[in-house]
């Protein structure tokens, strides 16, 4: 196999880690952070009372103490349920956008389309609003900058963001299902330059345009030292 | 709301109401409660927690997020209930998901006026949002971003929506550490409002922003505002 298609297939089994685990603390932590999505999309819109949200506020910070006293994931664990890095599993798992593993995602969910696109179905809920009734155009880039993000990876060595362009084109509404597309448009040595885009059934809400620079094996390496300095510091 | 009321929507005064307003009653709990879930958030992707105490804790959390759907549902310009200055939007700000003290997605940042024109908002970003190894997540970096140009813009008097965000990444930006997202407002033609921006690490460039927002025709934050309540009457939580 060469060397680009091991490495586009090695990036094909991330795919698999977005898959629902069958068993451990891997499916609670999932779990746990569903049921954050859904506490943050109701407080934002509740007229809970007082005492309430203080028994709440309470019990969260006794549970993030505890929290704290567990080990920390290392991204090269095996010894657990947990998918790790190299398995980038975990990485997925706790993006921001699209980790199930993660209270910040909405999730994006994503499937490929063909080896150089890929399609997401996205549900945003009260949290994100930023116009009326409407995404906040913030959260939209940053939908952006992960599809494209993860559709570039596709070309068989992924890069960091260069440049995002973000065209709105009209409101995209909450509580819909939603549709982003990511797709590469060529590669030009370390250069790989995307397209995408967001609709709400057949109408346009935004695009974006996406360049990607493959960085030098040894600046990840770097990045990667660098938080393990970090992490274990004082 | 009437035009000239929608007009004044979104200045300037709004985004600097959720930080600087002292809230009240339930309202800081529930900032207390916002400030709480970020900081599980933020541990709970760093953390090998066994398999039953998660369990436990989502068992919680599920009984707790069906009692939250039981009380009514907060209107949009309620808020800082209890000081029964309906209509007041700081509500509408805390519930930001970029600046919102009172909401667990915001990292928060918070913006303060520099100038006649210009902004400076500042944050520090945590584990939950990761990209590269150690680095903000280039998504979070183009939010922020979109939330303090749309706050600098609309120091020009006439709010609109962002048109076309460009953000040029410079250095990889760290998590844990302040960064400020310096923009100004640079220059109006028709409807078009012109604002850009560079976002430090201490001394270092870490990205480069512009945008060009568009003034919203009169009466569209009030067609939003009804099409939203009449999506809302129809939904449940």
Redesign the interface.
């Known amino acids: 196999m060469s060397d680009r298609a091991e490495r586009q297939r090695e990036f094909v089994d991330r795919w698999e880690a977005l898959k629902p685990p069958t068993s451990?603390?891997w499916?609670?932590?999932r779990?746990?952070?569903?049921?954050?999505r859904?506490?943050?999309?109701?407080?934002?819109?509740?007229?809970?009372?007082?005492a309430?949200?203080?028994r709440?506020?309470e019990?969260?910070?006794r549970?993030?103490q505890?929290?704290?006293s567990?080990?920390?994931?290392?991204?090269g664990?095996r010894d657990?349920s947990?998918p790790a890095e190299p398995d980038v599993g975990t990485f997925v798992d706790?993006?921001?956008?699209l980790?199930m593993?993660?209270?910040?995602s909405p999730p994006i969910s994503l499937h490929e389309k063909d080896e150089w696109c890929v399609a997401g179905r996205v549900r945003y809920g009260a949290?994100?609003?930023?116009?009326?009734?409407?995404v906040?155009?913030?959260?939209i880039?940053?939908?952006?900058?992960?599809v494209l993000?993860f559709v570039q990876g596709m070309s068989g060595a992924p890069g960091?963001?260069?440049?995002?362009?973000?065209?709105?084109r009209a409101?995209a509404?909450l509580?819909r299902e939603l549709t982003l597309i990511g797709e590469i448009l060529h590669v030009e040595g370390r250069k790989i330059f995307t397209a995408g885009r967001l609709l709400a059934g057949e109408t346009l809400c935004a695009e974006a345009e996406g360049l990607f620079i493959t960085p030098h094996p040894e600046q990840?390496q770097r990045?990667?030292d660098?938080?393990e300095r970090?992490e274990q510091g004082p | 709301m009437s035009d000239e009321a929608s007009a004044t929507f979104d200045r300037k005064a709004h985004w600097e109401l959720s930080p600087e307003k002292e809230a009240m009653?339930?309202w800081?709990?529930?900032r207390?409660?916002?400030?709480?879930?970020r900081?599980?958030?933020g541990?709970?992707?760093?953390?090998?927690?066994?398999?039953e105490?998660?369990?436990t804790?989502?068992d919680?959390?599920?009984r707790?997020?069906d009692?939250?759907?039981s009380?009514?549902?907060?209107k949009?310009y309620?808020g800082f209930?209890e000081s029964s200055n309906a209509g007041d939007v700081g509500a509408f700000f805390d519930?930001?998901?970029?600046i919102?003290l009172?909401?667990?997605?915001a990292p928060p940042i918070r913006i303060e006026t520099t100038g006649r024109k210009s902004a400076v908002g500042t944050a520090v970003f945590g584990p939950?949002?990761?990209?590269?190894?150690?680095?903000v997540?280039?998504?979070?970096v183009?939010?922020?971003?979109?939330?303090v140009l749309?706050y600098v813009h609309s120091l020009a008097g006439t709010p609109g929506?962002?048109?076309?965000?460009?953000?040029?990444?410079r250095s990889?930006t760290p998590l844990?550490t302040e960064l400020a997202f310096r923009c100004q407002l640079d220059r109006l033609e028709g409807r078009k409002i012109f604002a850009s921006g560079q976002a430090f690490a201490g001394e270092r460039l870490c990205a480069e922003a512009s945008a060009v927002f568009i003034a919203a025709r009169p009466g569209v934050?009030k067609d939003?505002?009804e099409?939203?309540q009449e999506?809302e009457t129809e939904?449940t939580?």
């Open positions: 451990g603390a499916v609670q932590k779990r746990l952070a569903t049921a954050m859904r506490v943050i999309s109701r407080m934002v819109q509740s007229n809970a009372p007082e309430e949200l203080r709440a506020a019990a969260l910070e549970y993030s505890r929290l704290a567990h080990p920390r994931l290392r991204r664990d657990s947990v706790q993006s921001p956008f980790g593993a993660n209270p910040l949290a994100y609003e930023g116009p009326p009734g409407c906040h155009g913030g959260f880039a940053a939908a952006f900058d992960e993000g960091f963001t260069g440049t995002l362009t973000v065209r709105y409101p509404p509580h990840y990045m990667v660098a938080r970090r | 009653g339930a800081v709990q529930k207390r409660l916002a400030s709480a879930m900081e599980v958030i541990r709970l992707v760093q953390s090998n927690a066994p398999e105490e998660l369990r804790a989502a919680a959390l599920e707790y997020a009692r939250l759907a009380h009514p549902r907060l949009r309620e209930a519930q930001s998901p970029l919102g009172a909401n667990p997605l939950a949002y990761e990209g590269p190894p150690g680095c997540h280039g998504g979070f183009a939010a922020a971003f979109d939330e749309g929506f962002t048109g076309t965000l460009t953000i040029q990444y990889p844990h934050f939003l505002l099409a939203r999506r939904r939580p």
